[in-house]
């Protein structure tokens, strides 16, 4: 059974440029989580997506945004990037919102 | 506003020792989380906590949940060097109306030593 794929996983895009992440989860998983870690922040929620839904979103300004596609592959875009917005952002898939989750291996953003 | 404190935050033990992380957090939540980061890794999954009393083990790990006191506890029996890592624990939260926010704490450095 394949895991969480998350792709690229490395990027690096210049201060105002915008960028897409892709996750794909495992399948039969229709939940997609979407995490941020930085060395200053720690981490941090994003959103959750259950079946095409934004179900939960955390303390994030509106240039970050997300999907997620019937297929259940989620995506996140982040607009106008700022040097902060450097991090490993990490998705995870579970069954539903109650059950554990599986990470991707991440997605490390440089902005320079 | 829902704060998470976890301590230690950073923990070095003997192989074969005994210890616990504590996870305080400061509003009501009746789910809590506990990850696992290995250097330069992604996040694992250690156990969901769904209800008060809610106790999970596997292998040297055990966790618990007091929604009353508003703690979880992550123990470790017999520490062995694979368990060197940063646990974190987060807690979800009601935030506006939607199903919730997760809270993560800073994480504990766990280095095992022979």
């Known amino acids: 059974k394949a895991g969480v794929t998350q792709t690229p996983r490395y990027l690096i895009k210049t201060r105002g440029q915008q960028v897409t992440l892709s996750c794909s989860p495992i399948?039969?998983?229709?939940?997609v989580s979407w995490y941020q870690q930085t060395p200053g922040q720690g981490l941090q929620f994003l959103f959750e997506?259950?079946?095409?839904?934004?179900?939960n979103k955390g303390n994030f300004p509106g240039r970050f945004s997300g999907r997620q596609f019937s297929n259940s592959r989620s995506e996140m875009n982040v607009s106008t990037l700022e040097l902060g917005d450097s991090a490993l952002y990490l998705c995870?898939?579970?069954?539903?919102?109650?059950?554990?989750?599986?990470f991707g291996a991440g997605t490390r953003l440089s902005v320079l | 506003e829902l704060k998470v404190e976890q301590n230690p935050l950073f923990l070095s033990m003997q192989e074969g020792k005994n210890y616990t992380i504590y996870c305080n957090y400061s509003?009501?939540?009746?789910?809590l989380y506990w990850y696992r980061q290995d250097p330069g890794k992604s996040l694992e999954s250690l156990f969901v906590?769904?209800?008060?009393?809610a106790v999970k083990q596997e292998g040297r790990l055990m966790a618990s949940l007091d929604t009353k006191a508003r703690l979880s506890t992550l123990h470790i029996t017999a520490a062995v060097h694979d368990l060197s890592a940063t646990y974190f624990c987060?807690?979800?939260?009601?935030?506006?109306?939607?199903?919730?926010?997760?809270?993560f704490g800073k994480g504990t450095k766990l280095s095992v030593k022979p």
């Open positions: 509003t009501t939540s009746d789910r």
């Open positions: 987060a807690v979800v939260t009601d935030y506006g109306g939607s199903q919730g926010n997760l809270i």
């Open positions: 997506y259950f079946s095409e839904t934004q179900r």
């Open positions: 399948s039969g998983h229709r939940s």
């Open positions: 906590l769904l209800s008060n009393g």
């Open positions: 995870a898939s579970s069954l539903d919102s109650l059950s554990i989750q599986y």
